[in-house]
T-cell receptor, first 113, second 115 residues
């Protein structure tokens, strides 16, 4: 069965702190894709990253970085030097090569000035 | 920048009434998705289209929900009759293709309140 678990419901940090959002997934497929989306208060889901199961290289994009570890079925997301504009709900999602996304419950990140 | 367009943004309807949502995907995107997001939860897929064909509607409550994508472009999701439990955000998304799960781009959603 496919499942995504985001154990952290809410995280609160002060601006400029680093923060890591955890994501653990379950799948029986060997080919799958992992995603992170950001949902600001306006409601739309903003695509952040897509990673396929054969590429375990960590990725950095500006203040964002992602750590993919197949051994622990985790795909964690770190924001370095957080800013108030990073406040949002963040979703991790899994797809088994069908396009359909299985989302986690989301982590609400609050960055205080 | 190309966007997924959805309307209306907000809808309040009475229980047992009919309601419809519209979505216009990014031009050239063959795959279109309708997701439902209940407050405090992650989105869940209701229906997935590849061009004009339904490829996954396993979670669509077919006794009251219907979806179509005539001509394989824009799409309409209908609920009839609406129930209190249908109050949620309805999100439309599109992607180039479902193969290799290319990234999906989402619209701003329609927030439905059933009273």
């Amino acid at each position: 069965a496919q499942k995504v678990t985001q154990a952290q419901t809410e995280i609160s940090v002060v601006e400029k702190e680093d923060v890591t959002l955890d994501c653990v997934y379950e799948t029986r497929d060997t080919t799958y894709y992992l995603f992170w989306y950001k949902q600001p208060p306006s409601g739309e889901l903003v695509f952040l990253i897509r990673r396929n199961s054969f590429d375990e290289q960590n990725e950095i994009s500006g203040r964002y970085s992602w750590n993919f570890q197949k051994s622990t079925s985790s795909f964690n997301f770190t924001i370095t030097a957080s800013q108030v504009v990073d406040s949002a709900v963040y979703f991790c999602a899994l797809s088994e090569n069908t396009g359909k996304l299985i989302f986690g419950q989301g982590t609400t990140l609050q960055v205080k000035p | 920048e190309a966007e997924v367009a959805q309307s209306p943004r907000y809808k309040i309807t009475e229980k047992s009434q009919a309601v419809a949502f519209w979505c216009d995907p990014i031009s050239g995107h063959a795959t279109l998705y309708w997701y439902r997001q209940i407050l405090g939860q992650g989105p869940e897929l209701l229906v997935q289209f590849q061009d004009e064909s339904v490829v996954d509607d396993s979670q669509l409550p077919k006794d009251r929900f219907s979806a179509e994508r005539l001509k394989g472009v824009d799409s309409t999701l209908k609920i009839q009759p609406a129930e209190l439990g249908d109050s949620a955000m309805y999100l439309c998304a599109s992607s180039l293709d479902r193969v290799e799960s290319t990234e999906a781009f989402f619209g701003q959603g329609t927030r439905l309140t059933v009273v």
